[in-house]
């Protein structure tokens, strides 16, 4: 098992830009892939973005395409997501996901071995 803990969220005006990071650690002798999830007051969590262990794998959500990028550093420690050009519905939790293996990208819950608390994302109009 391994834990998360996400930093970077806050209050953003419409057409700004923030940086969400994931400080991994625990059980970092096993080699997971990595994602970022969401959700919104009333809605179910959803797949933002995810990246393999090697970082060449990496998958976005169709909302997100083009405007948040996923990244990990070369230790294998941290986990970033780039959010830019945010919108008012991209206000959420955000929440950081450990998979249960190296390259199989948890896009959905199920896939997922370990969660973050969560870092509020706010987008004002």
């Known amino acids: 098992q391994v834990q998360l803990v996400e930093s970077g969220g806050g209050l953003v005006q419409a057409g700004g830009s923030l940086r969400l990071s994931c400080v991994v650690s625990?059980?970092?002798?096993?080699?997971?892939?990595m994602g970022w999830f969401r959700q919104a007051p009333g809605k179910e969590r959803e797949f933002v973005a995810g990246?393999?262990?090697?970082?060449?794998?990496?998958y976005y959500g169709e909302y997100v395409k083009g405007r948040f990028t996923i990244s990990r550093d070369n230790a294998k420690t941290k986990v970033y997501l780039q959010m830019s050009s945010l919108k008012p519905e991209d206000t959420a939790v955000y929440y950081c996901a450990a998979g249960t293996s190296a390259e199989m990208i948890p896009t959905t819950a199920t896939l997922v071995g370990s969660w973050g608390q969560g870092t509020q994302v706010t987008v004002s109009s």
């Open positions: 990246i393999g262990w090697r970082g060449a794998n990496i």
């Open positions: 625990g059980r970092t002798d096993s080699n997971y892939a």
